[in-house]
């Protein structure tokens, strides 16, 4: 069974920084890449930030150089460390496979909230 608990967000002014963390099953961490999602209110939800299973990387370009994503494989836990953190960048975060599965698998997500 696939569980995905992520924490860590809250309500954070333009500038400031927060480190999230998504503690995942075995089932989907030991052999995942992971990622890291966020959906704002109205948009789709986006990509944010890719970890193989050996620790590289990619970014979208909107936090690239702000943000950086780890894991931990043997607690099985994943993170985010925002940076430089700006209105724009609040949403509701996720983590998740990468790619995602058939059918997708998400937890309830974290609020991060951004003021200016």
């Known amino acids: 069974q696939v569980q995905l608990v992520e924490s860590g967000g809250g309500l954070v002014q333009a500038g400031g920084s927060l480190t999230l963390s998504c503690a995942a099953s075995?089932?989907?961490?030991?052999?995942?890449?992971m990622a890291w999602y966020r959906q704002a209110p109205g948009n789709q939800r986006e990509l944010v930030a890719i970890?193989?299973?050996?620790?590289?990387?990619n970014y979208a370009n909107s936090v690239k150089g702000r943000f950086t994503i780890s894991r931990d494989n043997a607690k099985r836990t994943l993170y985010l460390r925002m940076n430089s953190l700006q209105p724009e960048d609040t949403a509701v975060y996720y983590c998740?496979?990468?790619?995602?599965?058939?059918?997708?698998?998400w937890g309830p997500g974290t609020q991060v909230t951004v003021s200016s």
């Open positions: 998740a496979a990468f790619p995602l599965p058939t059918p997708p698998a």
């Open positions: 075995a089932s989907i961490f030991s052999s995942s890449a």
């Open positions: 970890i193989s299973r050996g620790g590289g990387t």
